[in-house]
């Protein structure tokens, strides 16, 4: 029985980022709004999300690289 040890990191390493963001959002909002009220969790939900575009356009664009580099070896 062989063990996939880096599809194993990337399960790993994907959870970790899910289980932040779900705290960031869940749990960080979520106090927000019990100490602030609902107008200022709204505002914190507004400013989390244009704060990870910068990073979801950086994660695109590693993922098109990678897929350049993988085409640019097939041929």
């Avoid at 029985?1 to 790993?12: E, V």
């Avoid at 969790?41 to 897929?67: K, R």
Wanted: overall charge positive.
């Amino acid at each position: 029985m062989s063990r996939d040890l880096r599809k194993y990191a990337n399960q790993t390493t994907i959870r970790l980022i899910a289980g932040g963001l779900i705290l960031i959002f869940i749990v960080g909002i979520g106090l927000v709004y019990l100490f602030y009220g609902s107008r200022a969790a709204l505002t914190g939900l507004l400013c989390l999300i244009v704060a990870f575009i910068p990073i979801l356009l950086i994660w695109l664009m590693f993922l098109f690289l990678e897929f350049l580099t993988k085409r640019a070896r097939d041929q």
